[in-house]
């Protein structure tokens, strides 16, 4: 008995880390707007800052520290995580500033777009096929984004620079051999020297925020918890789900920026968002419906029970 109820307690346990991590990546523009009078740099400094060193916490606690140090000596590994540190370092500073100057709603459409960046990218560099629906996803996702441009007069560049940037650091990873977590504290420990130094600069000449006031110093250092605790939580949904049930999930932080731009920070959504928006979803469900079919078609029907 205890067996059979085994694989549905995985599931749920899974579920529930997925929820607790696109929950919360869908609500940290709550937390950054704490920080409106400080730069997105200086957020994003204390951001790498206090991330390495939750995650090292973490990673002593596990004892990992002979994989860090196996990554360490590989400089080939090396090269592509200074590659994707880079990456990640300009998203992370994207979304705070895109937050932070009243644009959640863009920040939305630009996590939407991402997994038909991602299939794009796949197609492009991996030589991944791309079924007849997904192709017709990524064009009318081009629609949606030229239709913007068009009634605007704008490039939506900070929805499109996420897209991009979390897209191309998601391809980097994927080639690269490594454990997410034991990834991303070298990522953060490669850009962090940069990170201190601008703090101290801003510390030293007295522009910098840390420390004028308690409650905003235990933000910046609460600013690595809130980064790092989401990563764990999908690791443990990763390990717990198939990738077919996890990327249902993925659009649940996108809808939940929207509401809040919208509805809690009222920003504009005007028609031709509408139009965008609606574009976009349509190509995310065609997309969602191929790749469930697609893979169903290629599982047994014993791993589908």
């Known amino acids: 008995m205890s067996q059979s109820r085994s694989p549905q307690s995985s599931i749920s346990a899974g579920s529930l880390y997925a929820l607790l991590a696109y929950g919360s990546w869908g609500l940290l523009p709550i937390y950054w707007k704490f920080f409106q009078q400080s730069s997105a740099i200086e957020v994003l400094s204390h951001r790498m800052i206090w991330s390495l060193v939750f995650l090292s916490g973490i990673l002593l606690v596990q004892q990992r520290q002979a994989e860090v140090g196996a990554l360490l000596r590989s400089p080939r590994r090396l090269g592509v995580l200074l590659a994707s540190a880079t990456l990640l370092t300009c998203n992370w500073g994207l979304y705070i500033y895109g937050v932070n100057t009243d644009r959640v709603v863009e920040t939305s459409l630009g996590y939407y777009i991402n997994p038909l960046v991602t299939v794009l990218l796949g197609f492009l560099f991996l030589k991944e096929r791309l079924h007849r629906g997904q192709q017709v996803a990524v064009v009318l996702a081009a629609i949606g984004v030229s239709y913007f441009v068009w009634q605007f007069g704008s490039v939506p560049w900070i929805a499109l620079g996420l897209a991009f940037t979390f897209a191309f650091y998601g391809l980097l990873r994927k080639v690269v051999a490594v454990a997410p977590m034991v990834g991303l504290a070298v990522e953060t420990l ?95 469900l065609l997309y969602s419906m191929t790749s469930f079919l697609q893979r169903k078609a290629v599982t047994p029907k014993s791993d589908l029970n």
Do not use: D
């Not at 007295?206 to 790092?228: E, K, N, Q």
């Not at 949904?237 to 999930?249: I, P, V």
């Open 190 to 284: 490669m850009i962090t020297p940069v990170a201190l130094l601008l703090v101290g600069y801003w510390q030293a000449t007295g522009v910098g925020h840390f420390g004028t006031t308690l409650p905003l110093s235990l933000l910046f250092v609460g600013a690595g918890v809130m980064t790092s605790m989401p990563l764990l939580w999908f690791n443990n949904a990763a390990k717990r789900l198939r990738l077919s049930t996890l990327g249902f999930f993925q659009y649940l932080a996108p809808s939940v920026q929207l509401i809040l731009g919208i509805f809690l920070f009222r920003e504009p959504f005007t028609p031709t968002h509408g139009v965008t928006f609606s574009c976009i979803w349509m190509a995310l």
